[in-house]
């Protein structure tokens, strides 16, 4: 079963747009939850991360909003850039050894 | 700069050959992982390991066995490829603890005929 969940699976947006990622989970142990960002031909590379003690984490254009209760969270690119088009992976980890990904979400941003 | 190197880039192999993926860190990190990836799924833990001469079953061990025979060198083993494995295969490394950082490789494309 898929313990981490995102939508849409792709996602187009003009230049300059805020563009909107979404992952939940399942496992309520989860508390660190890193996006990682892939572009074509390229292994992923740690964009964002955010623990569960947190409601938001910003770093520049990138932000993520944490609902613990709901067990959901989102990543908000502002200002987005054609350079940002690239498949964004929410993924989780409980203090364990391996991290849980979603199926990613393909960004595209037109100029 | 954290490097996870992977070899070869990219494969052919024959349904029933034997195939040897290897990923060298230069990180001195524990925690070695090999994950595939393949549309519709995002990236799947196939093996990891904690250090050397650990191994461990991730969520999808069926097929694959993983040799880590020193902190900087983790390699996939398929003793007997099927075309179900062609997929794109990712070596990552990371500080033990888990909630840190992992840093990938740029992946192989293995293709089974």
């Known amino acids: 079963q898929q313990q981490v969940r995102q939508s849409p699976q792709s996602l187009t947006v003009w230049e300059g747009e805020t563009a909107i990622l979404n992952c939940s989970y399942e496992d309520s142990t989860f508390n660190y939850f890193p996006w990682y960002q892939q572009f074509p031909g390229e292994g992923p590379a740690l964009l964002i991360s955010?623990?569960?003690?947190?409601d938001k984490k910003e770093d520049g254009r990138f932000t993520i909003f944490f609902n613990k209760r709901e067990k959901k969270l989102s990543l908000h690119i502002t200002d987005s850039q054609p350079g940002d088009s690239a498949t964004y992976f929410c993924?989780?980890?409980?203090?364990?050894?391996?991290?849980?990904f979603g199926t990613g979400t393909s960004l595209l941003v037109d100029p | 700069e954290a490097a996870v190197t992977q070899s070869p880039r990219n494969k052919v192999a024959v349904t029933g050959g034997k195939v040897t993926l290897s990923c060298n860190q230069t990180?001195?990190?524990?925690?070695m992982y090999w994950y595939r990836q393949d549309t519709g799924h995002g990236l799947r833990l196939i093996h990891y390991s904690y250090g050397a001469g650990s191994t461990e079953k991730g969520d999808i061990p069926d097929g694959y066995k993983a040799s880590r025979p020193s902190q900087e060198n983790f390699s996939l083993i398929l003793e007997l490829a099927t075309p179900s494995q062609t997929s794109v295969y990712f070596c990552?490394?990371?500080?033990?603890?888990?909630?840190?950082?992992?840093?990938f490789g740029k992946g192989t494309r293995l293709t089974v005929v």
């Open positions: 955010i623990r569960s003690v947190s």
């Open positions: 990180n001195n990190h524990n925690n």
């Open positions: 990552a490394s990371g500080d033990a603890g888990g909630n840190t950082e992992v840093f």
């Open positions: 993924a989780a980890n409980n203090m364990g050894y391996k991290l849980t």
